[in-house]
């Protein structure tokens, strides 16, 4: 069952790429009591390893992100305006007029750009670049404003959560959702062991998971994620990449990773065994963790299994909550197939 509490406390908490301490800390709070090792590596990955009721006859290890994409002060003018650099993919169309949080002081400021009645030509139409943007926090110098805030704060969208019958909307439901899904299995009495990894800097180039991946040495790897849906008006059929309310997304190939294709099979097999509703992320797009993850050491077989998000990088991202129960099934059944042996890694074939 969906823990809607849970989820709403993991992206409610801020943590953009390389300033996750505080979702780090509340994933510790709540698996503490039912983890049998937890350490926190030189980068900041949190490794947990769980004992199931059986050893692990392949060494899995499931990975999701702690990071969101934000904002970071680069500048600050004479007369206490905020200039700013993206952490992560941003849709610069989002970022008008939005409200954010400054700094650990959680300096309240909005984002603001050359007002339209002064503006002339192409100027009144086009998307203004992130060199024209500033925050302002009601500074009326830098002298004012470096009371409150310092040279690289992260900045951090503010948004609601918000739970309807069917839908999620919130931000940093990636991968926050998939943080999610890695506590609730850590709770689970398992039947076999597993290994987890809460990794750092995704949105940044993969790179907490690099570091994650060499220290687990796993056999095997489930990367939990968050995926572009595109099932919106003017977006024809064939390149909505995948949909809400259709179930967990299984991607066979994306810009970084070419994915198992006996694990894809076995993923669409527990899923029809156990009625879960899946699909086909029907694109070769983007990337995740699995980039770096499958060719840690000496290969490591590797599958991502994706929440179905519309308007992923925004601070009002929406998804399905089915899509929420049926991802958490699919995993815990996919994880449970996989340690328990039931594909043989290529290596211990020879």
Same mark, same amino acid.
């Given at each position: 069952?969906?823990?809607?509490?849970?989820?709403?406390?993991?992206?409610?908490?801020?943590?953009?790429?390389?300033?996750? !301490?505080?979702?780090?800390?509340?994933?510790?709070?709540?698996?503490?009591?039912?983890?049998?090792?937890?350490?926190?590596?030189?980068?900041?990955?949190?490794?947990?390893?769980?004992?199931?009721?059986?050893?692990?006859?392949?060494?899995?290890?499931?990975?999701?992100?702690?990071?969101?994409?934000?904002?970071?002060?680069?500048?600050?003018?004479?007369?206490?305006?905020?200039?700013?650099?993206?952490?992560?993919?941003?849709?610069?169309?989002?970022?008008?007029?939005?409200?954010?949080?400054?700094?650990?002081?959680?300096?309240?400021?909005?984002?603001?750009?050359?007002?339209?009645?002064?503006?002339?030509?192409?100027?009144?139409?086009?998307?203004?670049?992130?060199?024209?943007?500033?925050?302002?926090?009601?500074?009326?110098?830098?002298?004012?404003?470096?009371?409150?805030?310092?040279?690289?704060?992260?900045?951090?969208?503010?948004?609601?959560?918000?739970?309807?019958?069917?839908?999620?909307?919130? @931000?940093?439901?990636?991968?926050?959702?998939?943080?999610?899904?890695?506590?609730?299995?850590?709770?689970?009495?398992?039947?076999?062991?597993?290994?987890?990894?809460?990794?750092?800097?995704?949105?940044?180039?993969?790179?907490?998971? @690099?570091?994650?991946?060499?220290?687990?040495?796993?056999?095997?790897?489930?990367?939990? +994620?968050?995926?572009?849906?595109?099932?919106?008006? +003017?977006?024809?059929?064939?390149?909505?990449?995948?949909?809400?309310?259709?179930?967990?997304?299984?991607?066979?190939?994306?810009?970084?990773?070419?994915?198992? @294709?006996?694990?894809?099979?076995?993923?669409?097999?527990?899923?029809?065994?156990?009625?879960?509703?899946?699909?086909?992320?029907?694109?070769?797009? !983007?990337?995740?963790?699995?980039?770096?993850?499958?060719?840690?050491?000496?290969?490591?077989?590797?599958?991502?299994?994706?929440?179905?998000?519309?308007?992923?990088?925004?601070?009002?991202?929406?998804?399905?909550?089915?899509?929420?129960?049926?991802?958490?099934?699919?995993?815990?059944?996919?994880?449970?197939?996989?340690?328990?042996?039931?594909?043989?890694?290529?290596?211990?074939?020879?």
């Amino acid at each position: 069952m969906l823990d809607i509490k849970l989820l709403e406390r993991l992206c409610k908490c801020d943590g953009i790429s390389g300033d996750e !301490g505080k979702v780090r800390e509340l994933i510790i709070e709540e698996i503490k009591p039912y983890a049998d090792s937890i350490s926190v590596d030189n980068l900041g990955n949190l490794i947990v390893h769980k004992r199931g009721k059986n050893s692990a006859k392949s060494k899995l290890m499931l990975s999701a992100h702690m990071d969101e994409v934000g904002l970071m002060i680069t500048d600050i003018t004479s007369d206490g305006y905020l200039k700013f650099d993206e952490v992560g993919g941003i849709d610069r169309r989002v970022l008008l007029g939005k409200s954010v949080t400054v700094g650990k002081n959680r300096i309240n400021g909005v984002i603001g750009v050359k007002p339209i009645h002064l503006c002339k030509g192409e100027e009144t139409t086009r998307i203004p670049e992130l060199s024209e943007m500033y925050i302002d926090i009601g500074a009326d110098s830098k002298e004012e404003a470096l009371k409150h805030i310092k040279y690289g704060d992260s900045i951090n969208f503010v948004s609601d959560f918000t739970a309807t019958a069917d839908s999620i909307i919130s @931000k940093a439901l990636d991968d926050r959702f998939g943080c999610l899904v890695l506590i609730e299995l850590i709770k689970s009495d398992l039947e076999y062991d597993m290994d987890f990894a809460f990794v750092v800097q995704e949105e940044v180039g993969l790179r907490g998971a @690099k570091v994650a991946a060499f220290t687990v040495d796993p056999e095997f790897a489930l990367v939990i +994620e968050t995926t572009t849906a595109a099932d919106v008006p +003017e977006i024809d059929e064939n390149k909505q990449v995948c949909n809400l309310s259709d179930g967990a997304v299984i991607s066979v190939m994306d810009r970084r990773t070419i994915y198992d @294709k006996e694990l894809i099979a076995l993923a669409f097999d527990c899923a029809e065994k156990s009625n879960i509703k899946a699909q086909y992320k029907r694109a070769v797009a !983007g990337g995740n963790d699995a980039g770096v993850i499958h060719s840690s050491r000496s290969g490591v077989r590797t599958l991502a299994v994706s929440l179905p998000c519309r308007y992923l990088h925004s601070p009002n991202c929406v998804v399905n909550k089915q899509d929420c129960e049926n991802m958490l099934k699919l995993v815990s059944e996919l994880a449970e197939n996989i340690a328990g042996g039931r594909l043989i890694n290529k290596e211990n074939e020879r």
